[in-house]
């Protein structure tokens, strides 16, 4: 079969390419001899080769929707603390996950499932022979890359507790700054949501019933509580489509978050705003840094880790990443690179050029990480106690307008009267 391989040469410099092979393990040894190393390599699937995939069934495909990551490695790396070799760690794992005892007994029976589990079909590879890190790359949307490149320098010592305990700690790190980002969201998305529903029950409810008093001022009312009783009455005649639209609408908002061109250009909005900006540009860059720090430490190369660090960039930042990787291929420092094309904050421009002088870059690449996911922490604090009381002004200023379009013509009659 063909793989697409992304292979990395002696120099530095990265070259795509497509390798004929029976399996991952033999590309790698193919590109070996010619002197390069696979950064990424993923089968050529045919089109009858999807076809088979999908009439298999969609039973394999949904357990490994669910499969969790981050618990997997933890017991894992507990197994291996322990002194059991990875081959039998993941059969562990795999008989865990299939039932235990039922499990072990039908494997002893020689029965066979007709859709294995993914530990089982990690064991099976690792078993023939297969490292650990290609058995994962095989399954390249459960497994991030930078998992399988940290185990992939693992594998050179065959120790594989360091690289998945620094791995366990990158994913609790980032996964603190998302739950902080997020919980600072959710206050002024709640209070958004009631206000919505206010005033909805407001425009469609209430000023419906204003209409039949104003019935026979005709043009005497205000133009723009003509055109607010005109909305409330189109809202009260037809309640189900009003629910309808607002649905869909909703469900297209969902569907275009779900696109990354959608989340792009929304990025590229919120860069405009100056306090979010510095939020949003701490939260990447410390992204970045934990993630470099994560496959330095696991002995990969600085080029081969900035070129797995570019698929978890936005895309504002990716040919920004690009130009620094290049800059260090021939010959450039970290530091100076980085800091010229707008990928590092003074105080981690500080921290690189102390650690290229002390030989510990690696460790001061993860303090700046540090110091930007607490400057993100601070921040998220700070927009959720600001933007709260903003929206509230905000939907009170909304819905008392509505208030006072529905009262103004009352008003009018009153002057009128006296």
């Known amino acids: 079969?063909?793989?697409?391989?992304?292979?990395?040469?002696?120099?530095?410099?990265?070259?795509?390419?497509?390798?004929?092979?029976?399996?991952?393990?033999?590309?790698?040894?193919?590109?070996?001899?010619?002197?390069?190393?696979?950064?990424?390599?993923?089968?050529?699937?045919?089109?009858?080769?999807?076809?088979?995939?999908?009439?298999?069934?969609?039973?394999?495909?949904?357990?490994a929707s669910r499969f969790d990551v981050d618990l997997f490695c933890q017991e894992l790396l507990a197994l291996v603390n322990a002194g059991v070799p990875i081959g039998e760690a993941l059969e562990t794992l795999a008989r865990k996950e299939a039932g235990g005892a039922t499990a072990a007994t039908d494997h002893a029976r020689g029965l066979s499932s007709a859709s294995p589990s993914l530990l089982s079909s990690l064991h099976a590879k690792v078993r023939e022979g297969l490292p650990l890190s290609a058995a994962m790359a095989e399954h390249g949307a459960i497994f991030p890359k930078v998992l399988c490149e940290s185990l992939r320098a693992a594998e050179r010592t065959s120790d594989y507790a360091p690289a998945l305990e620094r791995f366990v700690r990158?994913?609790?790190?980032?996964?603190?700054?998302?739950?902080?980002?997020?919980?600072?969201?959710?206050?002024?998305?709640?209070?958004?949501?009631?206000?919505?529903?206010?005033?909805?029950?407001?425009?469609?409810?209430?000023?419906?019933?204003?209409?039949?008093?104003?019935?026979?001022?005709?043009d005497k009312l205000p133009v723009a509580?003509?055109?607010?009783?005109?909305?409330?009455?189109?809202?009260?005649?037809?309640?189900?489509?009003?629910?309808?639209?607002?649905?869909?609408?909703?469900?297209?908002?969902?569907?275009?978050?779900?696109?990354?061109?959608?989340?792009?250009?929304?990025?590229?909005?919120?860069?405009?705003?100056?306090?979010?900006?510095?939020?949003?540009?701490?939260?990447?860059?410390?992204?970045?840094?934990?993630?470099?720090?994560?496959?330095?430490?696991?002995?990969?190369?600085?080029?081969?880790?900035?070129?797995?660090?570019?698929?978890?960039?936005?895309?504002?930042?990716?040919?920004?990443l690009d130009a620094s990787r290049?800059?260090?291929?021939?010959?450039?420092?970290?530091?100076?690179?980085m800091q010229d094309h707008g990928l590092s904050t003074p105080v981690a421009d500080r921290l690189f050029r102390v650690g290229e002088g002390s030989g510990k870059l690696a460790e001061m690449i993860d303090r700046a990480a540090d110091f930007h996911e607490e400057e993100v922490a601070r921040s998220a604090e700070w927009l959720g106690r600001v933007i709260g009381p903003v929206l509230m002004l905000l939907m009170g200023v909304v819905i008392g307008m509505v208030v006072v379009l529905m009262y103004m013509p009352i008003f009018s009659l009153a002057e009128a009267i006296q």
């Not at 081969?304 to 990716?318: D, P, S």
Request: hydrophobic residues 50%; positive net charge; glycine residues 8%.
């Open 1 to 63: 079969m063909q793989f697409h391989v992304l292979a990395l040469r002696s120099d530095g410099t990265s070259q795509p390419l497509t390798v004929d092979a029976t399996d991952a393990a033999a590309a790698r040894r193919i590109l070996a001899q010619d002197g390069l190393t696979a950064l990424e390599l993923a089968p050529r699937i045919s089109l009858s080769h999807e076809l088979r995939g999908i009439s298999a069934g969609r039973l394999g495909s949904v357990s």
């Open 326 to 337: 290049q800059a260090i291929s021939e010959g450039r420092s970290f530091s100076s690179s």
């Open 170 to 218: 990158y994913r609790r790190l980032t996964r603190e700054v998302r739950e902080k980002l997020l919980a600072a969201s959710i206050y002024p998305l709640i209070l958004l949501g009631v206000s919505t529903l206010v005033l909805l029950f407001l425009v469609g409810y209430v000023v419906p019933r204003f209409a039949d008093v104003y019935a026979d001022m005709g």
């Open 225 to 320: 509580s003509r055109a607010l009783l005109w909305i409330g009455s189109r809202i009260s005649a037809h309640p189900w489509l009003t629910a309808g639209t607002l649905s869909g609408a909703l469900c297209l908002i969902v569907a275009a978050f779900r696109t990354a061109r959608f989340r792009a250009g929304l990025l590229l909005l919120l860069h405009r705003i100056p306090r979010l900006r510095e939020v949003i540009a701490a939260a990447e860059f410390s992204r970045l840094y934990r993630t470099l720090a994560l496959l330095l430490h696991g002995g990969i190369p600085m080029v081969a880790a900035l070129q797995v660090a570019r698929g978890l960039l936005a895309a504002n930042l990716v040919h920004k």
